[in-house]
């Protein structure tokens, strides 16, 4: 099906939010075709364990993805691995182009294109990126077995990415700007009691420190907030982890957005400022965040589009008859 240049639906990313459409459109029969981006299956296939994901006490996020993909699959989806480069949402149908040439117009498109780890924009954190500093302790904690490691954060992700480099670390330093992790209690307590962990507080990076030949880390400055005093710290890995930017890029000039780039929808739904266009998952919750209520939204987001599509042939059905008739 993938050669398909004229689709009903078309879904961007594959994160819990673009599967969980996809599945709904699918057994809707509006036999969407879903473009997965750079990174199929988003933001879970870079974390480890997951352990709030009902019905799963335990999984790894990788394969959480490998199956909401197959389930995807099953239901009929046309899963495509290619990249939006370019969205025109300008007339109906809209048009995607993509990576590899191919285009793709669409009578509705829903939009779950996540959100991307967000850096401190200092030159010396750009300049080592990729040489000692990283925001994927997932992907690159492997390289620092027996060495020290520095993560900067507070929340979710920075205590997940300081606890899974204890498995590599000799030595794991977090170091956040407060005086209290906005991580969850039981994150925070199995931190607190790690043996590898040290916690600095009222910290922030000032600089990352290096050598040139070969290129690498040799520690941080970190600053006292509290007093402006510098001191410097050694560490082989610097993994910076303070949160998510929407990735609103394809429609930050053609969409109503707010908060810093998140999608606006209309409030209780999945509807964007152009009809025919929805989105659903971080691109558009800055407050919430998590898997289960990314695929909650990708679910409203095919039943919006299944809405509005049958409006658009003359048969009019409102979303909570289409709850009905899919359940
Ligand atoms: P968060 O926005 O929750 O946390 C970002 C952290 O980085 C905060 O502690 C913040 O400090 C700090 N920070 C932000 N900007 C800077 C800066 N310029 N300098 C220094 N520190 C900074 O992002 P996360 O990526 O941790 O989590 C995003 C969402 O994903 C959350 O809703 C989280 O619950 C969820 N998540 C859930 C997981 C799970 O359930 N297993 C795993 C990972 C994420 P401050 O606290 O002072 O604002």
Redesign the pocket.
Known sequence: MTERSHVKLLIIGSGPAGYTAAVYASRAMLEPMLIQGMQPGG?LTI?T????WPGETEIQGPELMVKMEAHALAMGADVVTDMVTRLDLSSRPFTAECDSGRVVRADAVILATG?Q??W??LPSEEKYKGFGVSACATCDGFFYRNREVIV?????????EALFLTKFASKVTL????D?????KI?QHRLLNHPKVEVIWNH??AEVTGAETPMGVSGAVLRNLLDGSTRQVAADGIFV????APASELVKDQLELHNGGYVKVEPGSTRTSIPGVFAAG?LTDH?????VTSAGMGCMAALDAEHFLAAQDGVETAPEQLVASIA
């Open positions: 933001q974390t364990e997951v352990e709030n959100a780890a967000r401190l924009g900067i954060g507070g929340g979710n992700t920075a205590v997940e170091v956040h700007r407060r209290s992790l906005r991580a969850e994150l922030e990076l982890a303070i949160g998510h971080d407050v919430y965040r998590q898997a």
